[in-house]
């Protein structure tokens, strides 16, 4: 299993260089600068500001100076907010989206594994398509579409939630968390339902009938283990996907993450904001992935065994 995590991370090492090239080069070949934006200043400030942050050197230096910078875990100084690092603000947008992140995820496995559970139980049946034509309409519809109407609704109409913040008002994470989470819910519905009734049609669901046990002992003791196994192997890339698919939600709900970081680093240039997050996010779906791969393998004798066998 050692063996296993150092090939796949020797394996991440290209990918996440590659990303961090493609990034670099393709922002700095975006039209305007960082300091565009900002009021009319003098040709000889200017030229002190590009001096101060390196923006006068080649740009073959500059990829190499953040190259070296980074390796030291410095993602630079940010130029929308010259008082603080990249870092800091990473270190302050992290706690508020990992937290909604969690919520949101905790939100799709308990709708998503009820409603792919209960579909596969009577396949082809009311019971069936009820839940995966609400699967399909969460996977059709994205989050700035459902943020507003679940807002205006549960916010504005009836009142039951507050429509902004994160943290200050009790229920203020309810209607971020759902539209954050509805979407991965279906795909983890569809999923589930697809994997249970490949599992309850085996030889050994049909001999636990025979014996009489009952439906709940056979799904959640004998089907369960093998059915939410194509989940696993969905939750790396979801769990990465809802941190960084964050920003919509974050933007709507006014939640200080990352997101509201990012989206503002996109509006002003901010370059070393840009590239930062983006690692960062990057990093995370590959580790995430990576986890899932092992949990897969752990869950499943076969892959262990052939793991095994080819170190």
Known sequence: MLIFIVKRLLQAIPVLLLVITATFFMVRAAPGGPFDKDRAVPAEVMKKLNEQYHLD???WQQYIDYLVNLLQGDLGP??????????DLLIAGLPATLELSFYAIVFALIVGLSAGILASLKPNSLQDYIPMSSAMIGICMPTFVLGPILLLVFGIWLGWFPVAGW???????VLPSITLGFA????????????????????????ARA?????????????LRGGITPVISFLGPAIAGLLAGSFVVESIFQIPGLGRFYVTAAFNR????ILGFTIFFSALIIIFNLLADIILVWLNPKMRQELLGGN
Do not use: W
């Open 167 to 173: 943290g200050q008002i009790p229920g203020d994470k």
């Open 78 to 87: 940010s130029f929308k907010y010259p008082t603080h690092s990249v870092n």
């Open 211 to 223: 014996k009489g046990l009952s439906t709940t002992r056979i799904v959640f003791v004998h089907a």
């Open 184 to 207: 991965y819910a279906a795909y983890i519905a569809r999923i589930s339902r697809g994997g249970m009734l490949e599992v309850m049609s085996q030889d050994y669901i049909r001999t």
């Open 57 to 59: 050197d080649p740009l």
């Open 270 to 273: 901010d370059y070393t904001m």
